[in-house]
């Protein structure tokens, strides 16, 4: 009870605080077009096709005049990438024929390396083909991080995918925004951040040693804008909402696959944090429903106020968090709370099971490293 009533009540007084942090406001001075810098839209792409013409579509259509597009093809099994980014070549998109990543990379990260050597621009904006922009929303990024003085920012979009599901809605990408929102992340020095897009000024990206020091990272875009909020104090995380007007249709089978890809590593692939994490989830997720129904069946009011009080606080959490990922109320999630952190636990144990037992598959790419390999390449 008293780890329950602890972790509670550290989300329900860290997302709040989080949350309102979230919003932002329409840049005060408008720049002209003559002083703003010149911006690339990096965007790695494997075994894409119909994303991949509607982001490129969307983004020819924005309205900021100094944009260079740069799409990686990363070693796709099929020539449809290469020929989707050829046919928009008269518009401008450069091509990059990705190469093979070398064994101490991983790929997404040597997807970014190759990309940042290419572009030109002094804001990089990393970008993943889910994404749909707004022909205002280049310019509503620059605009402010320059009037916020912003070395590096990073956006939730707007996800358009599986609303009418309300169920599927629920689940993989909000329990995501969660854990980047919940936790009091500056008390802990690691920044909320997501890959889906995030900017940064080249020129600190090449002073913090691009990503060449990141080769085996999980998620080297963190490592990046850490360094850039403790030295300059210059990074954002923020919603998309009204102000940049960038979308997401990122798939559930995806959202699923980036929680397999990304949890356990998040935890430095050690079993004992992992058990760590999964029993204060059953303490905290699963085992108040049960104390709730015993409390009744006993008659012991008071533990059935606090059980109550305790799974009340983290609906309401979780109802902000949807509130987050969709920029519209599901009023489901007041009574999912329960089932997310299920399905989380089971999130979490899948990862681990794939990492250390099979594969894990990202793109038709396995990008998880089998031990006995390594040990064999030692020898």
Known sequence: SLIQFLFVGLIAYSTPRSYKKLFPKKPSKFLNDKDLPSVSVAIPARNENKDLEECLISLLSSDYPKLEIVVLDDCSQSKKVAEIIRSFAHDGVIFVEGKTPPRDYLA?????????????????????????????????????????????????????????????????????????????????????VLS?????????????????????????ERTIVQKIALSKDGY?????????????????????NTAFRLKY?????????????????FLIFVLPVFELIIALLSKHYLLSIYTLAVLLSFNVVYYFVLKISYAKSIKISLLGGFLAGIYDIYLWFESMRQYEFGEVLWKGRNVCIPVMRTVEDQN
């Open 236 to 256: 954002s995380f923020m919603l998309s909402d009204d102000v940049f007007k960038i979308s997401s249709l990122k798939s559930y089978e995806d959202q699923k």
């Open 108 to 192: 997404k990260n040597y997807a970014y390396e190759q990309l940042s050597e290419v572009c030109n621009g002094q804001i990089i904006v990393f970008a993943g083909v889910d994404l749909r922009f707004d022909p205002s929303s280049i310019r509503n990024i620059v605009e402010f991080m320059i009037n916020k003085k912003k070395r590096a920012i990073s956006l939730i979009p707007t996800n358009n995918y599986d609303v009418h599901n309300k169920f599927r809605a629920m689940l993989a990408q909000p329990l995501r925004y969660l854990w980047e929102v919940a936790l009091p992340r500056r008390f802990l020095n690691k920044p909320a």
């Open 196 to 220: 889906t897009l995030w900017a940064v000024y080249k020129e600190d990206l090449l002073d913090f040693g691009d990503f060449k020091g990141l080769k085996r990272n999980i998620i080297p």
């Open 265 to 281: 590593p998040s935890l430095k692939q050690r079993l004992d944090y992992l058990s760590f994490v999964l029993i204060i989830e």
